[in-house]
């Protein structure tokens, strides 16, 4: 196993915010040679750290997608099969285990009344008998759009289908594909990354380096205000590359998920001093042994559209 370094996490969360971005504009905002940028990508690629250069339909098409995180213990000894047991449903996206036996789900709900069907999903096939239930906040965009007035084209699905298992391909290889020209194709894809109604990611997998990714859920104190994004931005300038993500919660205003990435159990039992100092109620460190990503409702949709508007001719990549 490779250790991923600092260089390495700064290009893994580019690529998944935009898995499309050429590597010489990674080259150019990281100071380094094109060569090197692509020989580090490559080596992430062969570790398995990075996985599935994919593209997906923006929220902004599905504007009452909730975002779910839920945790708990399983109390399933032999856990091996429980990863693909969860990754089943259709809302769950993410299914990681951590440390005595906790596992994080992540789920897109497409509608927030389905909620206590996914929990009880969660609590029977998991056996976790009281998920921590978290509603994260709303996702973000680049610009405010109504979405009744969204309106994706025969052409722009064909276009976003062909993308989405390679959301590098080149419009040449679209444009064979689908048998439209390559500037039809240049300005629509244009179109939609302007309007923000595609997403490219790429799934990441930092537990294939011997690396520790952990979650931090901390706690303010009662009858104490503190400013989220403040504190947010103050640790991502304290410990960035090494801040990976972070969750704050609608329905728990007092709590915020942190993850980070650290090379050594004395880098995390620093982070955690740190949070303590701010005189935080709690600070729960769960240390992360593996995950796994899962397509969800979101992905085949996209292909029944597509198969809709061929007349089912096209079949899902």
């Given at each position: 196993?490779?250790?991923?370094d600092?260089?390495?996490?700064?290009?893994?969360m580019?690529?998944?915010?935009?898995?499309?971005?050429?590597y010489?504009?990674?080259?150019q905002?990281?100071?380094?040679?094109v060569?090197?940028?692509?020989?580090?990508?490559?080596?992430?690629?062969?570790?398995g750290?990075?996985?599935?250069?994919?593209?997906k339909?923006?929220?902004?098409?599905?504007?009452?997608?909730?975002?779910i995180?839920?945790?708990?213990?399983?109390?399933?000894?032999?856990?091996?099969?429980?990863?693909?047991?969860?990754?089943?449903?259709e809302?769950i996206f993410?299914v990681?285990?951590?440390?005595?036996n906790?596992?994080?789900?992540?789920?897109?709900?497409?509608?927030?009344?389905?909620l206590?069907s996914?929990?009880?999903?969660?609590?029977?096939?998991?056996?976790?008998?009281?998920?921590?239930i978290?509603?994260s906040?709303t996702?973000?965009?680049?610009?405010?759009?109504?979405?009744?007035?969204?309106?994706?084209?025969?052409?722009?699905?064909?276009?976003?289908?062909?993308?989405?298992?390679?959301?590098?391909?080149?419009?040449?290889?679209?444009s064979k594909e689908?048998?439209s020209?390559?500037?039809?194709l240049?300005?629509?894809?244009?179109?939609l990354?302007?309007?923000?109604l595609?997403r490219?990611?790429?799934?990441?997998?930092?537990d294939?380096?011997?690396?520790?990714?952990?979650?931090?859920l901390v706690?303010?104190?009662?009858?104490?205000?503190f400013?989220?994004?403040?504190?947010?931005?103050?640790l991502?300038?304290?410990?960035?590359?090494?801040?990976?993500?972070?969750?704050?919660?609608?329905?728990h205003?007092?709590?915020?998920?942190?993850?980070?990435?650290?090379?050594?159990?004395?880098?995390?039992t620093e982070i955690?001093?740190?949070?303590?100092?701010?005189?935080?109620?709690?600070?729960?460190v769960?240390?992360?042994?593996?995950?796994?990503m899962?397509?969800?409702w979101?992905?085949?949709?996209?292909?029944?559209k597509?198969?809709?508007?061929?007349n089912?001719s096209?079949?899902?990549n």
């Open positions: 196993m490779v250790n991923m600092e260089i390495d996490i700064t290009i893994s580019m690529l998944m915010a935009n898995s499309r971005i050429p010489a504009e990674i080259a905002m990281l100071n380094m040679s060569n090197s940028v692509h020989k580090r990508v490559k080596s992430m690629v062969e570790i750290a990075l996985q599935h250069f994919q593209t339909l923006s929220f902004l098409l599905f504007p009452n997608t909730t975002n995180i839920m945790f708990g213990e399983s109390l399933i000894k032999n856990t091996k099969s429980l990863f693909n047991k969860l990754g089943k449903h809302c993410n990681t285990q951590a440390s005595g906790i596992f994080f789900i992540h789920a897109y709900l497409e509608n927030i009344n389905d206590d996914l929990v009880n999903f969660v609590r029977k096939t998991g056996q976790i008998k009281e998920p921590f978290g509603l906040k996702f973000p965009s680049k610009i405010e759009i109504d979405a009744s007035a969204i309106n994706i084209s025969k052409l722009d699905y064909l276009l976003i289908h062909s993308l989405k298992n390679n959301s590098r391909k080149t419009i040449a290889e679209i689908i048998n020209s390559t500037k039809t240049r300005r629509h894809l244009n179109d990354i302007e309007k923000d595609v490219f990611t790429v799934d990441w997998y930092p294939k380096s011997p690396q520790f990714l952990t979650m931090i706690k303010a104190k009662p009858n104490i205000d400013d989220t994004s403040a504190l947010i931005d103050k991502r300038d304290q410990y960035s590359p090494k801040f990976v993500f972070n969750w704050a919660f609608s329905n205003p007092d709590l915020i998920l942190f993850c980070f990435l650290a090379n050594t159990m004395r880098e995390i955690k001093d740190y949070l303590f100092l701010m005189e935080f109620e709690s600070v729960d769960h240390i992360l042994i593996e995950g796994r899962y397509p969800t979101i992905d085949t949709y996209l292909d029944k597509v198969r809709e508007l061929t089912g096209k079949k899902p």
